[in-house]
């Protein structure tokens, strides 16, 4: 996405900019290719920080202080073999010594 988003503005400021056509329209694609480089470097930012590797701490906490989850299952004219395999899933979730449950398979 960076090279391509990089050809693009170069592609816009070099090329569909009507600088022959007066000045409002200069303006206005003045205004608009502002915007759009602004955009292209807010997505850059954005792609950035979410691919950033992070490791995550748990908190320094006893295990009561943990969240209980209820597990509520919402459903509409679904299958009976795929409400069994839900309600298994559910029934099969454990703790983990830290609190946090899983679905064991």
């Avoid at 003045?30 to 992070?54: G, P």
């Avoid at 490791?55 to 509520?72: G, N």
């Amino acid at each position: 996405m960076t090279v391509s988003s990089t050809v693009y503005i170069l592609w816009r400021l070099f090329f569909t900019l009507p600088l022959h056509c007066g000045i409002v329209s200069l303006v206005v694609g003045i205004a608009l290719f502002a915007a759009e480089l602004i955009s292209h470097l807010e997505a850059l930012i954005h792609m950035r920080c979410i691919t950033r590797e992070r490791e995550i701490r748990l908190p320094d906490a006893p295990k009561s202080m943990f969240p209980h989850v209820d597990v509520l299952i919402a459903t509409h004219s679904e299958d009976a073999e795929f409400l069994l395999k839900t309600v298994n899933g559910c029934c099969h979730i454990c703790e983990k010594e830290n609190g946090f449950r899983y679905i064991k398979g």
